[in-house]
């Protein structure tokens, strides 16, 4: 039976990296060994236990009821061993502090927020990483995470920071006429720009509108370059106050009708349980909660 002081860690590194890939080949590469001492590993740790952990059907790796039970906790494990060296100086301002948040927030109205604070508290070194909106596993190694779509916990603490509406905007430069769009009928007078989150159709069918077949549709793969496209003239999005506080103040877009919709999802902030969370996390924590309350 393994105990503490003869507990094989580099087959249990080989093993959870196999139990993740299902892929010997794979699991060496992200170890850096050959796949034969992969396979060495994993016929070790079988024997030291007693059971078999791997399968092979229609030559494809597939888990045992034994391995399964293995590999949740061998990854429990590495986690809580990778969030305490993380977090050993946790009362220290001097330190990484890593945020992960999308390009839309990002660049719209997070990167504001980030700066402010770093201006507060110079003294931790700030690293912002990319999630894509609705992620649903955020990487350990993010210390806090600004989440479009609420995430898996993973062991972590998970809060709704904000739900918004979304209502149409465009470039003053678009519509020329003062009483062009009176109407919800009228937008589709325009192009409308489209961000992959399906919210004109959402939006007409609130209206009880059905888009005429000739209205003229612009398709982007996120919101950042709906909002681009809108700014420059080419059309009507739909976004929420958020994403354009400064262009309405600026007077780069303008609202179109006070007509809105929910967004698909809400913001949420994931960051560590109390106990684990460094000092640097819960400042930066604390700062966007005021924001947001």
């Known amino acids: ?19 993740h890939r299902l892929h010997m080949g794979q699991a060496g590469e992200d170890l850096g060994v050959t796949q034969g001492a992969i396979s060495h590993h994993i016929r070790a740790l079988e024997k030291e236990l007693g059971v078999k952990l791997f399968t ?9 009821d034994s391995g399964e039970r293995l590999l949740k906790a061998v990854t429990e494990g590495f986690d809580r061993i990778l969030d305490g060296a ?48 609705q992620q649903k596993e955020i990487p350990r190694e993010i210390d806090v995470a600004i989440c479009y779509g609420k995430p898996i916990e993973n062991n972590r603490l998970v809060e709704e920071l904000t739900s918004l509406h979304v209502f149409p905007v465009c470039s003053p430069r678009l519509v020329h006429k003062k009483n062009a769009i009176s109407k919800p009928k009228h937008l589709t007078n ?19 509108i059905t888009p005429p077949e000739n209205t003229k549709n612009i398709h982007f793969f996120n919101t950042n370059l709906t909002l681009s496209a809108a700014r ?21 877009l303008i609202k179109l009708l006070d007509k809105t919709i929910p967004e698909l999802d809400s913001y949420y902030l994931l960051s560590d349980k109390p106990e684990k969370r460094s000092l640097r996390a819960r400042l930066f924590e604390e700062w966007i909660k005021n924001i947001f309350n």
């Open 56 to 64: 092979r059907s229609n030559n494809r790796l597939q888990l045992t």
């Open 190 to 208: 325009f192009p409308l720009l489209h961000e992959g989150l399906q919210n004109w159709s959402r939006w007409f069918s609130s209206m009880n």
């Open 232 to 252: 420059d003239g080419y059309g009507i999005a739909l976004c929420n106050r958020l994403e354009v506080q400064q262009d309405l103040l600026e007077g780069r």
């Open 1 to 19: 039976m393994l105990d503490k002081r003869t507990m094989p860690l580099s087959a249990l590194r080989a093993f959870e990296s196999t139990g």
């Open 86 to 133: 993380q977090h050993l100086d946790s009362d220290s301002l001097s330190g990484r502090l890593i945020i992960g948040c999308t390009q839309t927030a990002g660049a719209n109205w997070a990167a504001p927020i980030i700066g402010e604070f770093h201006q507060s508290y110079p003294l931790i070194d700030i690293h912002t990483v990319e999630i894509k909106p």
